[in-house]
């Protein structure tokens, strides 16, 4: 079997969005899957013909997307802009060859021209295409001679045979009249190139297959495999748009997402391998493959990609945990201490099961990262100020004081002995301790509670009520 190369060829004209990540996505994991045996290859194609929206940040912002979601590529990034002279020479070939023309047709001749051809539902020709004489001493455009009759079939791995009948497609334009190559001409140049054997992108490409297949065919050039993915809808079915959340790669992580989490979405929006949900990417080089690719458009489901990325945060180390956390943590405790670290550290099951991504964290952890002392007010307050609270945070600062084993265990069995001694429900002892602790901020039980903040802080909070 002939080597398989695929790549990835975005427009640097903004960010990675997840449609363009999943593209990239399924394309790596295609080349990465026969790496082993067939030394597949992954090559990135930055397609920058367009210098006036080119931008160099965005480039950089999709090299670095790929790079967080942990797609690599085989040698350097390639410029199809670097590569012009080569798609003016094909062109220029193919007109060699008389499977190309010179044409004048421009400006609003060639409007009205078009505009017949709409309205008597023809196919646009060019007076020029199979013109004899004379020809203008100006600038013209050079055009395929398509094929005026018959079927071209797209064999798609994903979609099956597509047919578009000749009569439907004109012939495209491949230089402009400023010598500049279209996008039809430098993306098949560049495919064969490259030596791509299968190209895996949107099913919006579908009629650009068709009429790529026919350039293919004028330049005696084999034909890559085609596989066009479905695109991605939002939740209510319409197309993707930012109020979906077609946000860059980037956004999601600054949302806090995890970038195991987004590729494991990513890879099963659209794509199956039975009922598994969970597939790291070393499972999925072993799996995936084009016929788990179905036929209708995926939607996106946010509360689905919380839950994935739940599973990921809570597969991450302690440290780990709190080493990615802590850019979001900063941003509201820019100053936070080696003590509060050590607090977080020992809190990671609780603000593993409060937050759905890293930037929920800070507010699990407001009960750790407020300053004392804090001022009780409202409803926080009322624990407080009931009959006999304050002699409670006295006993309790007492006995507390006095524990050398500082364990959740014996902490919550020691709180359990002064309701029992006072012959009340644990809940009269644990309001206004929890209240004291944590100023009325979400936190785990009163024994992981105390555990976590530690000694020291623990009893100076209580002592900050009481005194």
């Excluded at 479905?230 to 956004?251: E, F, N, T, W």
């Excluded at 999925?284 to 458009?297: E, N, R, S, V, Y």
Aim: glycine fraction near 6%.
């Amino acid at each position: 079997m002939n080597q398989i190369v695929t790549r990835f060829a975005p427009s640097p004209t903004g960010y990675l969005h997840i449609g363009g990540a999943r593209t990239a996505l399924f394309n790596w994991l295609y080349a990465r899957r026969t790496s082993v045996t067939k030394q597949g290859k992954f090559l990135l194609r930055i397609e920058d013909t367009d210098r006036a929206r080119h931008n160099e940040e965005a480039v950089n912002a999709i090299l670095d997307g790929l790079s967080w979601l942990g797609i690599d590529w085989d040698g350097d990034p390639i410029s199809q802009f670097s590569r012009s002279e080569r798609h003016v020479a094909v062109a220029h070939q193919l007109l060699d060859a008389g499977h190309a023309y010179r044409c004048w047709l421009a400006g609003e001749q060639l409007a009205a021209a078009k505009k017949q051809a709409r309205d008597n539902q023809t196919r646009f020709e060019s007076p020029w295409r199979d013109h004899m004489g004379k020809t203008p001493n100006e600038p013209y455009v050079i055009r395929l001679k398509a094929p005026q009759s018959g079927e071209i079939v797209v064999s798609d791995l994903v979609q099956d045979d597509v047919r578009f009948s000749s009569v439907s497609l004109d012939d495209m334009v491949l230089l402009r009249s400023d010598c500049t190559p279209t996008y039809m001409l430098a993306v098949v140049v560049d495919d064969h190139d490259m030596a791509i054997s299968h190209i895996i992108r949107g099913d919006d490409h579908l009629i650009n297959a068709a009429r790529q297949q026919q350039l293919y065919k004028a330049l005696g050039w084999p034909t890559p495999a085609f596989a066009h993915i479905p695109l991605i809808h939002g939740a209510d079915g319409a197309k993707l748009s930012k109020r979906h959340g077609d946000l860059g790669v980037d956004a999601y992580r600054d949302l806090g997402y995890l970038p195991e989490a987004l590729s494991n979405y990513l890879l099963r929006l659209g794509w199956s391998h039975g009922d598994d949900e969970i597939i790291p990417l070393l499972q999925a080089k072993q799996w995936f493959d084009l016929k788990g690719i179905g036929k209708a458009p995926s939607r996106l489901d946010t509360d689905k990609l919380d839950s994935v990325n739940v599973h990921y945060m809570r597969q991450l180390g302690d440290d780990a945990f709190i080493e990615l956390s802590m850019p979001f943590i900063k941003q509201d405790a820019p100053n936070i201490s080696k003590p509060q670290t050590e607090q977080l550290l020992r809190a990671t099951t609780f603000l593993k099961q409060r937050a759905k991504n890293l930037a929920e964290v800070p507010s699990a952890a407001a009960f750790i990262l407020i300053s004392r002392p804090f001022e009780l007010s409202g409803k926080t307050s009322k624990p407080i100020r009931r009959d006999g609270a304050t002699e409670i945070l006295r006993e309790a600062h007492e006995l507390l004081a006095a524990v050398s084993d500082w364990t959740e265990d014996k902490l919550e069995k020691l709180l359990q002995s002064i309701a029992d001694e006072k012959g009340v429900s644990f809940g009269q002892i644990g309001q206004p301790l929890r209240a004291a602790l944590t100023a009325g901020n979400p936190a785990p039980s009163l024994g992981q509670t105390l555990f976590v903040l530690g000694k020291i802080e623990a009893l100076a909070r209580l002592g900050d009520q009481i005194s």
